[in-house]
Each structure stands twice: as structure tokens, then as C-alpha cells.
């Protein structure tokens, strides 16, 4: 059964919610083959599938080149693409053509746009459009330049009141759900109890309404840095590597092909 966002939307107290992303066809037909109910094309391609050291290098043509190969999937999964750095804050006619892209185009059903209270009359603007938005606070990757590093948020008062705030607007603005990125546990929890709109947490704790990792990070595919609030639960990279290093032994020693 395909998921949209107002099955999404009926979770909420009923089970969690599972998320992960993917950038390609074969990731996204295994992740709905296996239950996951919303496949994030998701910014972090960047850093964790082209090689950039954040995902501020990521462009509009990137994220709609990778939801094109998830899309071709055509899996049950509800399909949300990053709107990526920058974009949104373009006039609105411009970021509407952007969405249009994504969704008409590219095959999403969903976009995900990072940041709070700010953008609440954009994301009014979108949804009143007919684009399903999804909200995304506490931290946002693609301030990390001013941000000058990654950290939790929320752990100060004053903090956690306009981190709240965020929720509330967006909420109010049309939002479907919130992703809730690095987002002090208490506060998630206060913020997943007090909006009617799921919370999707990673780094948040686990009283969010869901969580999302990155797909190379749970399959063991890192080859860098896991975050410390990831887990492994495959090691597909070292079978990968086995997989290879067998297939250059086999061709070297005339074993294939027999």
C-alpha cells in the first residue's frame, strides 16, 4: 500500500515511523521492499555519496537527478526530496518552479526545507500551492558555514522556546511533519507531544513519532566518521569489499571466467 502524507499523518500515536534515505533505484526498491515508510532523497547525497565535504555543494539538478532514480523505483514509500542550500530562499515564484521540478519532473511526492519560524510564510505559500512540505529544525545542515560546526540544539532555554516556536509555525503553516535534527531529547519530546503533525527525530532521542537515518550509515557504508547517534545494522561495505577483492583473485588467477 503506498504511503502518503496522510497515512503518515495517522501514525502519529499509533506506531514509529521509519525513514531512511536514497539516491539511487536499487536503494529505493530495497528500502520499500523491506516496510520503510518515507525515502528521503535527501541533501546529505553530498557528503556521504559525491564526495563533498558538506552537503552546501549539493544543487537543484543534483537532488532532481537522484529523486529521478528513486522515483523509477516506483516504490510504496512516500518519496520527499531536499530542497537543497540556498533555494528556498530565493523569491517565492522562483522556489515554487523549483518544487514544481521536483515534484512534476522528478517524481517526488514531497519536499523537506530546513529551517523554522522564517520560512513558515514561504511553506504557507507552497502548501496553499498544493506542495506537501515537510519542516525541518534544530539543526540544519546547510548552515553549517555560519554555524561554524554541528551540535545539539536546544540545550538552552532561550533556545528551546524558539526552537519550539519553529514547530508551531510550520505546523500552523501546512507542514505535514517535522524532522527534528539534533534537537536536545526533552525538548523532541515536548515538541512531539505538543504538535498534532508527526516528528521525525535523528540525534533527537526516542520519543519522536519517528526517526530517519542515512542509509549508508546503517548499511555500513560509511567509510568515514559515523555519527554517534547512528548504528550499523548491516556491514554491507566490508562484504562489498570481500566481493571485489574475490572477483580480482578469481580474474587474476584465470579462475574467471570458467
Not at 503518515?8 to 533505484?25: E, F, N, S, W
Not at 540544539?153 to 510550520?170: K, M, S
Amino acid at each position: 500500500m503506498k504511503t502518503t502524507t496522510l497515512t503518515l499523518r495517522k501514525l502519529k500515536g499509533q506506531r514509529p515511523i521509519v525513514v531512511t534515505t536514497a539516491y539511487d533505484v536499487i536503494t529505493a526498491r530495497l528500502a520499500s521492499e523491506s516496510g520503510v515508510d518515507v525515502i528521503l532523497v535527501g541533501d546529505s547525497v553530498g557528503d556521504n555519496l559525491l564526495g563533498f565535504d558538506s552537503t552546501v555543494p549539493v544543487t537543484l539538478d543534483m537532488i532532481a537527478h537522484h529523486t529521478g532514480a528513486v522515483s523509477r523505483a516506483r516504490p510504496d514509500s512516500l518519496i520527499a526530496a531536499d530542497v537543497p542550500f540556498g533555494e528556498a530562499h530565493f523569491d517565492f515564484e522562483r522556489v515554487l518552479a523549483g518544487c514544481q521540478r521536483l515534484l512534476q519532473q522528478a517524481g517526488a511526492e514531497a519536499v523537506k526545507i530546513e529551517g523554522g519560524a522564517r520560512l513558515a510564510p514561504l511553506v504557507a505559500r507552497l502548501t496553499a500551492a498544493g506542495v506537501p512540505v515537510w519542516g525541518h529544525i534544530g539543526l540544519e545542515p546547510q548552515q553549517v558555514r555560519v554555524l561554524g560546526r554541528y551540535r545539539k540544539f536546544g540545550v538552552d532555554p532561550v533556545e528551546a522556546e524558539r526552537i519550539l516556536a519553529d514547530g508551531l509555525a510550520l505546523e500552523k503553516a501546512g507542514c505535514f511533519a517535522l524532522l527534528l535534527e539534533m534537537v536536545e531529547p526533552n525538548l523532541a519530546r515536548t515538541i512531539t507531544e505538543t504538535v498534532k503533525i508527526p516528528t521525525i527525530g535523528i540525534g533527537s532521542g526516542i520519543d519522536c513519532d519517528g526517526q530517519v537515518l542515512v542509509s549508508t550509515d546503517l548499511l555500513g557504508l560509511n567509510s568515514g566518521v559515523m555519527p554517534n547517534f547512528a548504528h550499523a545494522f548491516a556491514a554491507v561495505g566490508e562484504e562489498t569489499r570481500k566481493g571485489f577483492a574475490a572477483y580480482a583473485t578469481a580474474v587474476r588467477e584465470r579462475k574467471f571466467p570458467k
